[in-house]
């Protein structure tokens, strides 16, 4: 877990600031889609060891939802980008 | 039957009685002013802080993109609300914060070393300079800080926490003599 | 008398006499001694007894790695346990006890323990205590507990303070001697900030006992002229005192600042301790090196001293450890220690040498006893001889005080916290610092330079090179001059042969060298295994002395390498650190932030009891004279509110306002009822799922203007609800042109209920708020008799004729008083969340406590809730999955207890008549129960299977709690009202 998070609006912060929601490799099925894709939307998760895509809600900053692309064994942050620039980058 | 309300401050349990002799570092509230956050309209965002920086009778606060605090000393609520409006000219949304708002004023040689022991950002003139504001965490509380002044900075919290805030900063300036009244 | 203060010399201020006592025995000491060293000073080599054997153990050391003189400091609440009196600054008043002996130091009883230790190896506690196994709890723990040991925790409640901070820096340096003197001399004066961070409460470390000088002056000359011009800097923070405990991700580190532990009477306004957060650019460890014991028979006798030890306590504390002090060494630290103490006049007996011929030059006169190695010791209570044996010939040699010196070890915790692990390094014979990239770096004896023109030249180096990276133009300063130095090699020696009594490895768990070759032939002499199965290195050290030794030690009698071995896994924290510390000020009102209500004024003044509800403090019921418990307040004021009129405080509800274009269209995808055709001026109940098909949260939804909306949350969820439009807002659905803002803390709510709620209301507000003008659902801005402006939202949550009132924050409490004021004469009454409570169940209106994660709309009874023509919603495809739509499902139903005496509690389970209580006979559960004053009995909502088909039946409801069985009546939620009329009235 790191201990500072670079949030691309409010820069480095503590992590206490932030709020982990979990993967956000995930894409939304549309409504009609099987319920095996629902199933694996809501329930399915990978725990991998490696690297990872997360959403990390900077709550008491900008609010904003932020991709934090980071290594769950080294603990290396890669990158923090916002959520919604991630969200229109893949076409959700 | 016609009636004046009284509006009572968040802090006015806190506060109440004879107003103590400010001390080198204090915590000044503010007893009226007018807030209001300014929500600028999708893809307005720049357009809109252009319009705000421009005018000098009110305080601009970075809360996040496209969102900002306004403090004025001088607007009410309901000036304040018309002027942004007029300002803002459709752009964004002006919601009145002026009620939910408290503001803290810290100042004294020792504000840096006070806020330290609740914010975690580095309050360095190089990192945070004058003029400089953002959402952060001060303590439990989120808040919107500001720097006014090399020894002086802006806390707007949230009415609800105010009293919980005031308690938190009061132990963080124990150790410098902090102390605090309402302003003016 | 063997221990005493030399007649001059050290750093001590020997015009400030200080008095302490050890034991009750009133001691002297000076200003600059630690407790240790005004012990010594006192000839009190004595200081505990050990964890296990209760063997008589004295000072070994001088430092944090002390693993023998753990004392209790302070007496009371204020008593410190396990307190190292090596580190312990002293002070006037200063009460200081020994621990794990009774009844005394000198005689302690438990020590008869010690006769029985070849019964007591490694691993005995498992393999004697373990049948029969029930008396592990009740016998054997206990006396295990009772027998071994340190100090005691004190169970009053801590009168100390305590806080954090958080700091800033470009170069943290964590060691104030040679290296770390003149790291941070060099960025300092290139104009980084830093932070220099020290244990000790004098910064100059090693240079306080230094015997060479430095630019023709003392070395603690330097030392002080460093620190001078650092103070004088503004760039440059110094925290003597202070241990950096904890190296964590992205440089950011822990440190534990001791502000008041060395004062008799703290400052109110200080912290005892305060814990910083560091978040530094660089870091340089200058940590210095740890001289190893010798493992030999004996080796815990009291008086068996670290070789540097007795020097330190020598030069820089003027102290004498004995009278007369022999060494043993395999290096060459142990022969200038020798010159040290010879130079201050104190006699040494002999050196045993473990090598066979080296060029190390004894003090003139001494004796050296080559290809040597102690055997044994003598003495009870103090040395009092050596047993040498050399060539297989055995000699004693009288002495009053030893100095042992294994060789050196780098101090490289830090460096080794986030899961690198060391490195041994054949030409130092030692584990020296991974390379753990350029945020943390190592400097001087703890990079393994080990001469002090070396850690000068090193610190000063490494300080360059990081001020160079982060941009910064350091100046080529010249290194200070020292005098000649010493070679620092030694031999490895692991384990003195031929022991003659128990050789400890561990002094602090009494873990002696057999333990591990036990260890090794039971199949644990993996290093971790070893390190567990014997207690090596689990006491309070962490093995800061031991480990090493325990390391080399497995090492030979596997016969392979100590970089083989490995070492255990190094974790923060380095030295201890009280609770008190790491909590800092989140104690108390501190620990948790509360929330106010605008109008918790209002209610205190009207005599409410206030209930905790999450960080909230919400008024429950408002006791009047005469009323002896919380149900008569609450049933009064349901039965006023049903009769007449009350009012409650809804200020925290989640208030949300939201603006633009897609609006409407957000809203109906985050909800699960239509919103998009909600007219302006109208308010509708809403229902959100979350997208595993479930009830996440319900309230309001008010449409202000075409645009713009307020929704209302329950107090629970506001921020859970905001969060989530956020996340559906930005990451779902970042094309829909929304905006919103919490407007929670903008308003006073407050609700007005019962059938006279709009004569009183009426008087307040100029608008015309007539059935006809203003009916159920309508939703508008009001202008109030004076000018003020509010919001009012006509919805009910209490079945009857009710209003919502919000008014700005401030206004709140004035207004509230008013219409108590003007509702006097409809005989209004405040009520609190408690009547709220009880005015829902009896309406039959489901809360948090139904929607439990687990309830469908379907199953709460509000299965038209769930729009079937909107396309999307939150949660639209996995409700309509099977499993979540089976006709057996429970659902909400009301129950009655045929029995009109008799109550029902929520948590019961329901059982069909004449079953047994078990999973599989489980016919559903109560949520919420509570008395009706209007019906005059309990009612109760419940989730039953297949509920709505079994009006009529009875059921038993089955209380394990209290252990009681209550047959009830299955019967509509909706216990008043069906029709809807008076709300609608």
Known sequence: MASLITCPH?????????????????VRPAPTASDEAWHYYVYVRANPRGRTHEHWQHVAGCRRFLVVERDTYTHEVHSVTDGAVVARENGR | MIRDYYNRHALDEKLRGAPRPAGVNHLAIAHRQAVAMVLAQAGEEDTVQRALSQTTEFILRFCASGEWLVVSENDTPEGLQRRLD??????????????????????????????AKGVGLDLHPAAFATGASANALCGHVA??????????????????FAESLFDDLMAMGREYDLTAAFAG | MTAYRLMAGGLVDRSRSLSFSFDGRPLRGFAGDTLASALLANDQMLVGRSFKYHRPRGIVSAGSSEPNALVTIGSGARSDPNTKATVAELYTGLTARSQNRWPSLGFDIGAVIDRFSPFLGAGFYYKTFMWPAQLWERLYEPLIRRAAGLGRAVLERDPEIYEKSWAHCDLLV??????????????????????????????????????????????????DRAVAELQALPNVTLLPRTTVFGWYDDNVFGAVERVQKHVAEPSAKLPTERVWRIVARRALLATGAEERPLVFGGNDRPGVMMAGALSTYANRYGVAAGRSVAIFTNGTAGYRAARDLHAKGIAIAAIVDSRAAEADAAPEGVRVIRSAAVVDTRGRLRVSGLVVERSGFEELVACDAVGMSGGWSPVIHLACQRGAKPVWSEALNAFVAPDVGGGLRVAGSANGVYTLSGCLGDGAAKASAIASELGFKPAQDVLPATGEETDPSFTALWYAPGAKSKAFVDFQNDVHAKDLGLALREGFGHVEHAKRYTTSGMATDQGKLSNINAVGILAGMRGVSPADVGTTTFRPFYTPVSFGALAGTARDKHAAPVRKSPLHEWARKNGASFVEAGPW???????????????????????NVRANVGICDVSTLGKIELFGPDAAEFLNRLYSNALLKLPVGRARYGLMLREDGFVYD????????????????????????????????QVLWPDLKVRFCSVSDQWAQIAIAGP?????????????ISNAAFPFLAVGTVTLKGGLKGRLFRISFSGELAFELAVPAGFGVAVADQIMEVGRAFDICAYGVEALNVLRLEKGLPTHAEFDGRVTPDDAGLGRMVSAQKTDFIGKHLSARYG??????????????????????????????????????????????????VLGHHIALAFLKSGRERYGERIVVWDKLRDQEVMAEVCNPVFVDPENARMKA
């Open chain 3, 884 to 933: 979540l739509t089976a006709a057996d499902r429970s659902q909400l139903v009301g129950l009655k207890p045929v029995d009109k005496e008799k109550d029902i509690r929520a948590g019961a389970h329901l059982l069909r008549e004449g079953m047994k209580p078990s999973t599989l006979n489980d016919q559903g559960w109560v949520s919420s129960a509570c008395f009706s004053p």
């Open chain 3, 174 to 223: 964590v060691g104030g001697g040679p290296a770390g003197l003149i790291a941070a001399l060099t960025a300092g004066r290139a104009g980084l900030r830093v932070i220099l961070a020290d244990e000790d409460f004098r910064l100059g470390g090693s240079l306080l006992s230094e015997t060479q000088p430095i630019d023709g002056a003392p070395a603690h000359v330097f030392a």
């Open chain 3, 698 to 729: 319900d309230g309001t939804v008010s449409r202000l203007a075409e645009e713009h909306f307020l929704v209302t949350t329950t107090t629970a969820l506001a921020g859970g609800v905001m969060s989530h439009m956020e996340y559906c807002s």
């Open chain 2, 86 to 115: 007029a300002l803002c000219a459709g752009r964004a949304y002006i919601v009145d914060q002026s009620e939910a708002r408290v503001l803290f004023r810290l100042s004294g040689p020792s504000t840096r070393r006070i806020l």
């Open chain 3, 756 to 768: 006279k709620a709009r004569s009183v209301l009426q008087q307040l507000v100029e608008d015309d």
């Open chain 3, 617 to 639: 403090y919400r008024s429950a019921w408002f006791p009047r004279a005469g009323e002896k418990t919380w149900r008569e307040s609450v049933d009064r004021e349901v039965l």
């Open chain 2, 143 to 160: 808040v919107n800080l500001a720097r006014t002044g090399d020894d002086t900075f802006e806390l707007i919290a949230p009415r609800s």
């Open chain 1, 10 to 26: 409010c820069g480095v912060r503590p992590k206490e600031e932030f709020s982990i929601r979990g993967d956000a490799s995930l």
